[in-house]
């Protein structure tokens, strides 16, 4: 069974971008996979048509089977969104905010308070439950966004740029996390501008640009396939070195 099932998938903006060009893609469920490419790139508008944020105007996306479309709610409640930027609530709680996503998905009382609380230890969030969002550091506002993502254990996690802005610390905290419920059989779908990063956790990655998949495989092939000895150097060579510089800020 594949996590994700992409077949000629388009998405054209009412603007007239053609931000999607008849992309074909698998995600195997279990998978951690990475999907790495510039700004600009199609990835968020990806992620946006997988989870019903944003409609495709051409093609199917499947998540675990169900038609991202014609049966978003089953497929949507497959899917833990951590979104690249922080949209939480500054008004809740944060436990609040973890027992209203559970409520959202349907789980019963009891079932919510064993998992917030569960979530808030493993996040180390336990003494800021009753504390509103917007009093939160950054931080500790991106450990509840993935909290929440993970809240009515959904079968795939997606990760938009979790690491951006995150301190060292943390970014190791988080990993060790996302490594072990990826052990445990979660499909974790992970874009992000750290090409080392997505080398070192990925099983799988897909380079995408202009809205188009060059190339899909491990990090091992896709190195052989372009003759380069990092995977940065893949990406460079596809993307081109002015697109690595701006993704990462330098410029
Ligand atoms: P990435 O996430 O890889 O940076 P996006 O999916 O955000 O790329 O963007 C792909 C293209 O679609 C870009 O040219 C972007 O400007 C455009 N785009 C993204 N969202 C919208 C939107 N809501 N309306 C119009 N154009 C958009």
Redesign the pocket.
Same mark, same amino acid.
């Given at each position: 069974m594949n996590a994700v099932e992409v077949k000629k998938l388009s998405k054209i903006?009412?603007?007239g @971008?053609h931000?999607l060009k008849e992309i074909d893609l698998e995600i195997p469920e279990g998978s951690f996979f990475g999907l790495l490419?510039p700004?600009?790139?199609?990835?968020? @508008?990806l992620i946006h048509c997988l989870t019903g944020l944003a409609m495709p105007t051409g093609g199917s996306a499947a998540i675990f089977g169900h038609d991202a479309v014609d049966e978003y709610q089953k497929a949507r409640h497959n899917i833990g969104l951590a979104p690249q930027e922080i949209n939480l609530d500054w008004f809740l709680s944060v436990e609040d905010t973890l027992d209203f996503h559970g409520g959202y998905f349907g789980m019963r009382k009891a079932e919510r308070q064993k998992r917030t609380n569960e979530l808030l230890r493993d996040f180390s969030l336990l003494d800021k439950r009753k504390a509103r969002s917007n009093f939160l550091s950054g931080g500790m506002k991106r450990r509840v966004v993935l909290a929440r993502a993970l809240m009515h254990r959904p079968r795939m996690v997606i990760l938009d740029e979790p690491t951006a802005g995150v301190d060292v610390e943390l970014r190791l905290e988080l990993w060790r996390y996302i490594k072990k419920i990826n052990q445990q059989g979660t499909t974790i779908l992970l874009t992000t501008h750290y090409i080392e990063e997505a080398e070192r956790l990925c099983d799988k990655i897909a380079l995408i640009n202009k809205g188009e998949i060059i190339e899909t495989g491990t990090a091992e092939q896709l190195k052989k396939r372009f003759k380069q000895k990092t995977l940065e150097d893949v990406y460079l060579k596809v993307v081109g070195r002015s697109e690595l510089t701006r993704s990462l800020g330098i410029t």
């Open positions: 903006y009412g603007s @971008t931000a490419g700004n600009g790139a199609g990835k968020s @508008t």
